[in-house]
């Protein structure tokens, strides 16, 4: 099982550009830098409790200074930031509130050490 601190800085450096899974190059802004941290640290933990959660209820709950339909840009950077880790993918933790978790989530919440077979939503209002 892998742990992290909270203090555990970014693999991805302001002005990086990575591509995303879906193959968009995007270039690392401060503000999703200074995200990452909190993101990460918030989606650790609800990996390590075997639960997901929705864009609306990610910025509600962190005060994210983003919108619900605008955080994806952040879940990318937590996505190569992961990859850089060698890790899953925690942005596959985040999900409409519509939409049932993916197959992607059975690893990240096996990796962080989840009891298997538990999946638990965080309710969202937004």
Request: charged residues 20%; glycine residues 10%; neutral net charge.
């Amino acid at each position: 099982m892998t742990t992290t601190k909270k203090s555990d800085p970014p693999r991805l450096v302001v002005g990086e550009t990575f591509e995303t899974a879906s193959g968009h190059t995007l270039t690392v802004s401060e503000k999703a830098h200074a995200c990452l941290p909190r993101v990460r640290a918030h989606l650790v933990a609800l990996a390590r409790d075997g639960g997901t959660t929705t864009y609306g209820a990610l910025v509600r709950d962190l005060g994210l200074p983003y919108p619900a339909v605008g955080v994806g840009r952040v879940l990318d950077t937590l996505a190569a930031d992961c990859a850089r880790r060698g890790e899953p993918g925690l942005d596959a933790l985040v999900k409409s509130a519509r939409t049932p978790p993916g197959e992607a989530v059975a690893a990240v919440h096996a990796h962080w050490g989840a009891a298997s077979g538990s999946v638990s939503e965080v309710e969202a209002t937004s």
